[in-house]
């Protein structure tokens, strides 16, 4: 049974990562950015310190991560 679920999550990061590599990027409307960005800082104030600086970590290092592949 974990093999079979290891080669399942494998074979799901392999083709969401294909996906990410090999599409194209989304275009997205001012509106539809302003909309997400509102929302995003209607959740983060609502978000206990320590999660809202484990979310900012992790959302720096994603952003590292896009900036390396380009």
């Known amino acids: ?3 079979t679920k290891a080669n399942t ?3 799901l990061v392999e083709t969401l990562a294909n996906l990410y ?3 194209k990027p989304a275009e997205i ?3 539809t950015i302003t909309q997400l ?3 995003l800082m209607a959740e983060f104030h609502q978000l206990p310190l320590k999660i809202f600086i484990g979310f900012l970590a ?3 290092l994603l952003f590292v991560v896009a900036l390396l592949h380009e």
């Open 9 to 11: 999550t494998a074979f």
């Open 29 to 31: 409307s001012d509106e």
């Open 37 to 39: 960005c509102d929302w």
């Open 21 to 23: 590599l090999k599409g």
């Open 1 to 3: 049974m974990t093999l």
């Open 58 to 60: 992790t959302s720096y």
